[in-house]
């Protein structure tokens, strides 16, 4: 029966895992540095903001849904661009800006139990890359390469 070096194994298999634990690494970092999904932190102060029609001018601002009817109103830092096509710029801190605001933050219109609420918008890394106004308190955000963002409206009929 051959004779078998069982410390030369265990160095070969620690090697191994060594190997392995590096690369599995190495590829986490890269699909992070490739995008990745956000989330919503809701935040009680961005919900004020909102609702006082005093948000920040940094952010640039979009509605999502019928003009006069959005399910979302958010704010989205200029370093990054937006998928334009389902979200219409608005301008905020306005009597336009105002009217949107009230009619995303009446649950009595929705059939909504949940009135409106603030979130901050963060990246994969947990920065905060925006703000949102909405009765919904979840979408997805897809952050792409070149500060490219992609939110998708929260209103979806099947999912209710």
Request: with cysteine.
């Amino acid at each position: 029966m051959p004779c078998i070096d069982t410390k030369t194994k265990g160095k070969r298999t620690l090697a191994r895992l060594s190997t392995a634990l590096l690369v599995a690494g190495i590829l986490m970092m890269l699909g992070c540095a490739s995008g990745g999904y956000g989330r919503l932190y809701l935040d009680t102060e961005v919900t004020l903001w909102f609702r006082q029609n005093s948000v920040p001018d940094y952010y640039r601002y979009y509605t999502n849904g019928r003009s006069d009817m959005p399910y979302a109103i958010i704010g989205i830092d200029p370093r990054y661009r937006i998928n334009t096509n389902i979200w219409e710029p608005v301008a905020p801190n306005t009597p336009n800006f105002a009217d949107k605001i009230a009619f995303v933050w009446r649950p009595d219109i929705w059939e909504q139990l949940d009135p409106a609420q603030g979130a901050w918008i963060e990246s994969p890394g947990g920065e905060k890359i925006g703000i949102w106004f909405s009765m919904y308190p979840f979408t997805t955000i897809e952050l792409q390469e070149d500060n490219r963002v992609v939110i998708l409206s929260p209103h979806n009929p099947g999912r209710e």
